[in-house]
């Protein structure tokens, strides 16, 4: 070998080593890039790795205003299996211990199977097999789990109910849809979350706050341990507990009273704007909607003609009928057209409209006081035309009517009042506008007369007339009515403290108020009257499209002080005087003697009994 | 007897030393770092993986004390013995290995299991190194060129016939040794070149960015700007690399700003650019009258024809089943998760790892399997992961200097024997460095080969614990004289 390519040979050695350091440098710039400049590693570790098992808080409990437990939660059994771990076992001997047919057990392992009806599916993560097991089932299968390797018992809390009433109030809760996933990133499918009434307004409140666990988990999806022995884990915060405004015995006194009927009782303390029953007729057991059973009693609910799951006291709209007086009287005495010392006559009907709305023997001619409690008819159209047709106020009808609506919106009508309770409607009180489009903008008092007797456009829902009667109560003022007196360790929420005072002078009230005692002493609702309280009351007898006419009654006791204002709406009862009346009396002998004197229990027996269907119901 | 004994350990290389011990503590605790499991038996308990991997660190130990009290010619008088030893356990093993995974590599000895195919890569460098450091040998023969393949390919072949082509590949590293030695460097770079291309061009097949087919248009790109650096070398003109270079560049930046008023397939450049070099290259040839430019020339296209052979055998002439196990090997297709899961897995792994890492045995990913073969061809995740890029970065320098320090001792040799067995050693610490954390960051393909010194695992251990230590006897033996 020559001295000179030995030398070239040497110098291949930098080749080599410029190899070696070249490569070096390669991958230090890769692990540079990958650990020091992509942080999207890091979080792909952390979903890798990372089990976040929730940790599900238990629900608040309901209660109401004495402080009688309500709504409660109840341990209830998943069971649930992991694939990977089923042996043989005997199917059908597990077939008949959880209750279920062969061809069920083998749809159901085929659903979770599936990854398109169960996306998140692995053979080594728990799955639901069955929802909800009962206690007897529960108990039968713990027992027998040793020979079905695989499946497993999972605890969860299930709503139970104490009384069979007020469902519409406490409502219920399901599982959560898409919308609510999309709406909240608090919940993840299959959470339950409240669906209507209390649990729904006040779910963020009930539900509490779910915890975390987080687990190790290796590629196979095994468990490996707590992360950090739990020092990230977060225990899951119990939902708030809450006391409801509501009466339960007032409630299910109710509820009991208008079985076999449809319609509304709602009682408010007007001092507080508390609502203490809330019955809306028909109804149902609240324990139903709970368990495995919820879909199929849902469905049959949903089915009902009677809609039980119309919450009609808050949804429910219904023209107000003569109990709108009580607010037409305000109206005119607030906008001067009358005043005590104001007369109309009446001729069994008013005479504009050719006797028409008709009217039914009293004195004539006569003033507010005496029209409110012999509940005249003419008396109030008079006073509605004399608002809508005297151009000394205001120049158009369309601004006079506006005024007349604007005092009812005062009052709550046509609005919601901002129960909490969800679904709540406006109910209806009609503006120019609508009247514009109806007659094409050329219209008079004639055109609307039907107003001032509560018909026509005007729709109220039951517990804006109860809000009414309270307001009337309170002289002018009302508390936004509500159903939940507390939260557990939070202060009262502001929008049910504050007072909401309506345009109208406190002495119309006093005069409105006189007119409804009348009514009770001596006039329509002579029936609603107590020997050790002073009632006042105003009946209601409204029209309807079909059937007979929805019995109506309005009114507060005692006239001084209130302590409660009662709003009653049987549909096609008839006569306010005949079904709202008696049923109204036995509710506020109720909430004043807490029972019923043994001379009474003959009315409550019979409006117990008492039927009022619609006919193609029956 | 006892002056000698000193010497032996005044003159050994104790920078080596230090990094072999370095790294093969470093490597014991990484193992802990992966095989740590919650309820585990302890890192003292020889059932345990770290348990087992201090028994053969401190077996090789006594390895080590052995092969560094052997005399120094020793190793050249028995090269050839052991060599024989080697390939007739290598062949043995074919025959009586259990299957394991599909590979027929182990051999039981009562409970231990040993695997010969990693031995064999120090009874490769004896043999070569004896064969080479005859009297008289020159590697100019096709004779010398034979034998020294057939040294090299007949474990090759056993260990491929017990279906480990891993670490068959490995023994390609003794073409570094060769390169050294005298081989042509076209040899070195066609082979890698062609080893390159494949990879490329099957691993980018079916990515196409635009119109262009990235695979191809790299395999291309590569070849022209490597033919214009070979041009180069064979006689400098600087002003003609200017020329063809500012060519080059200037071609491809035009294409890019073509490109984003108008789609079009980067490949039309890569070919008009190869066209402009093949002309170039015969108007040198032509000019100079010399035919290396020729040989250039053909260099330039046998590369392209290898690209579009590779494309066309791979989809026309193999069967499915063929090229799902070709993608098997390079680690395009390799597990039952989908492409790529490993890799995934490692770079996830070694990415969460940060700047310092998450702390000895806080490694998430590594603690909870999801890297597989994490103790032994994944182990460098645990590194990255537990203590992030700087000790990743500190474990490819302490690589890097070992494997320099061993390239300038073997350059320092005076016998033939010495400076060839340490060009082997070098060469395959860089291979199997190269492989093995190319594969872990996801640049290279897939390839089941240990690190050295950090896997678990006694064989590989006491290999490259034997095959470095060889070495520096060796070392030593050159101070005494």
């Known amino acids: 070998m020559t001295t000179n390519i030995k030398y070239a040979l040497e110098r291949r050695r930098y080749v080599l080593m410029g190899a070696v350091i070249a490569i070096a440098f390669v991958f230090i710039a890769r692990l540079f890039f990958l650990q020091v400049i992509d942080h999207e590693y890091k979080a792909w570790a952390d979903s890798n790795a990372f089990l976040k098992k929730t940790l599900y808080p238990s629900r608040g409990m309901i209660y109401d205003r004495n402080d009688k437990l309500l709504v409660y939660n109840q341990p209830a059994y998943d069971v649930m299996l992991i694939m990977s771990e089923i042996q043989a076992f005997d199917t059908l001997d597990f077939c008949r211990t959880v209750g279920i047919a062969r061809q069920q057990f083998d749809q159901r392992i085929a659903e979770i199977k599936d990854r398109r009806l169960n996306p998140g599916y692995s053979a080594y993560v728990p799955q639901r097999f069955m929802n909800q097991l009962s206690a007897q089932d529960y108990g039968i299968l713990q027992e027998k789990l040793y020979k079905f390797p695989g499946f497993y018992i999972q605890n969860r809390t299930i709503r139970e109910y104490e009384y069979p009433n007020a469902a519409l109030v406490l409502g219920n809760i399901g599982q959560v849809n898409k919308q609510d996933i999309a709406d909240d990133s608090y919940y993840v499918q299959g959470d339950d979350s409240g669906r209507s009434g209390v649990e729904h307004s006040y779910e963020s409140v009930l539900r509490g706050q779910k915890g975390v666990e987080i687990l190790l988990r290796d590629a196979r999806g095994r468990i490996q341990g707590k992360y950090e022995n739990g020092k990230y884990d977060l225990a899951p915060v119990s939902g708030k507990n809450l006391t409801l405004a509501l009466d339960i015995e007032l409630q299910s006194f109710g509820e009991q009273l208008m079985s076999n009927k449809v319609g509304s009782i709602v009682m408010i303390e007007p001092a507080t704007g508390e609502i203490l029953c809330l019955v809306s007729a028909p109804t149902y057991d609240p324990s139903i909607l709970v368990g495995r059973q919820r879909g199929r009693n849902h469905a049959m609910l949903e089915a009902d003609p009677l809609k039980p799951l119309f919450d009609r006291s808050v949804m429910g709209t219904y023209p107000p009928g003569s109990t709108f007086k009580a607010a037409m009287g305000l109206t005119l005495l607030s906008e001067g057209v009358i005043t005590t010392e104001t007369h109309y006559s009446c001729a069994g009907g008013y005479p504009p409209g050719g006797g028409k709305p008709k009217c039914h023997g009293h004195a004539s001619p006569l003033s507010i006081i005496p029209a409110l409690a012999t509940s005249c008819n003419s008396f109030f159209c008079w006073g509605l035309r004399e608002m809508l047709d005297n151009r000394r106020r205001y120049p158009t009808v369309q601004e006079r009517l506006d005024r007349w609506r604007d005092l009812m919106r005062d009052m709550g009508f046509g609005r919601k009042l901002g129960l909490d309770l969800p679904n709540e409607k406006s109910g209806q009180i009609p503006n120019s506008r609508m009247y514009d489009r109806m007659h094409k903008g050329r219209w008079a008092s004639s055109s609307v007369i039907s107003l001032a007797i509560g018909q026509g456009e005007v729709l109220t829902t039951p517990v804006q007339l109860c809000n009414l009667a309270a307001t009337i109560a309170n002289r002018g003022f009302f508390y936004t009515p509500h159903i939940v007196q507390s939260i557990e360790g939070e202060a009262p929420d502001s929008a049910y403290v504050a007072r909401n005072y309506t345009s109208i002078n406190r002495d119309y009230y006093d005069i409105v108020s006189q007119g409804m005692r009348g009514a009770v002493t001596g006039g329509t609702c002579r029936g609603v009257a107590l020997p050790y309280v002073d009632v006042c009351g105003k009946t209601g007898t409204a029209q309807t499209p079909f059937g007979k006419d929805n019995s109506i009654f309005i009114g507060f006791a005692p006239e001084k002080d209130t302590q409660v204002a009662i709003a009653v709406v049987v549909e096609h009862g008839g006569f306010g005087a005949t079904v709202a009346v008696p049923i109204a009396r036995l509710m506020l002998e109720k909430y004043f003697k807490g029972e019923i004197a043994p001379e009474h229990k003959y009315h409550e027996q019979y409006y117990t009994n008492l039927v009022i269907l619609p006919r193609n119901v029956i | ?481």
Request: charge should be positive; include cysteine.
């Open chain 2, 1 to 481: 007897m006892l002056s000698k004994k000193t010497s032996v350990w005044n003159n050994l290389d104790w920078i080596s030393i230090l990094l072999y011990l370095l790294l093969v503590t470093a490597g014991w605790f990484s193992i802990c770092g992966a095989s740590f499991e919650f309820d585990s038996v302890g890192w003292f308990n020889p059932s345990g993986r770290p348990g087992a991997q201090l028994i053969w660190i401190g077996l090789s130990f006594v390895l080590i004390f052995v092969i560094l009290m052997l005399d120094a010619n020793f190793f050249s008088v028995f090269a050839y013995f052991i060599y024989a030893a080697i390939i007739l356990l290598l062949i043995i093993t074919i025959f009586v290995a259990p299957d394991i995974k599909g590979s027929r590599s182990w051999l039981f000895i009562g409970t231990m299991r040993v695997q010969p195919a990693e031995f064999a890569k120090f009874a490769v460098a004896l043999a070569l190194a004896k064969y080479m450091s005859a009297y008289g040998f020159r590697l100019k023969y096709l004779k010398s060129y034979l034998i020294v393949l057939a040294i090299i390919a007949t474990p090759i072949i056993c260990i491929i016939m017990q279906r480990e082509a891993g670490s068959a590949l490995m023994f390609l590293a003794f073409f570094f040794m060769l390169y050294r030695e005298g081989m042509s460097g076209y040899v070195l770079l066609g082979g890698i070149s062609a080893m390159t291309f494949f990879v490329l061009s099957l691993k980018y097949s079916d990515v196409i960015f635009g119109f262009t087919p990235i695979g191809e248009m790299l395999v291309l790109a590569i070849v022209q700007i490597m033919t214009l650096a070979i041009a180069y070398s064979v006689k400098p003109n600087a002003i003609q690399l200017k020329i063809s270079a500012g060519v080059t560049a200037g071609a491809y930046i035009l294409g890019i700003a073509v490109s984003f008023f108008v789609q079009f397939n980067f490949v039309w450049i890569a070919w008009g650019l190869m066209l402009l070099t093949a002309g170039y290259l015969v108007y040198l040839s032509l000019k100079n009258w010399v035919t290396q430019y020729l040989l250039v020339l053909l260099f330039m296209l046998l590369s392209a024809g290898f690209l579009y052979s590779v494309d066309y055998v791979f989809d026309k002439v193999l069967e499915p089943h063929h090229q799902t196990r070709i993608k098997v090997v390079l680690g395009l297709e390799d597990d039952p998760r989908g492409v790529g899961y490993n890799v995934n897995q490692s770079k996830i792994a070694i990415g969460s790892g940060g700047f310092l890492g998450k702390g000895f045995l806080n490694g998430t990913q590594t603690k909870l399997k999801y890297v597989p073969e994490q103790a032994t061809d994944f182990i460098f995740c645990t590194v990255g992961e537990e203590e992030g890029f700087a000790g990743a970065a500190l474990v490819v320098i302490a690589f890097t200097i070992l494997i320099i320090r061993i390239y300038i001792l073997a350059e320092k040799q005076k016998n033939a024997f010495a400076r060839i067995y340490g060009h082997c050693t070098a060469s395959l610490f860089f291979v199997h460095f190269l492989v093995n954390i190319g594969m872990v960051v996801g640049l290279t393909p897939v390839i089941g080969i240990p690190l050295p010194f950090f896997s678990y695992g006694g064989s590989s251990l006491w290999a490259f614990t034997i095959l470095l230590f060889i070495f520096l006897r060796l070392d030593a033996a050159r101070k005494e004289r």
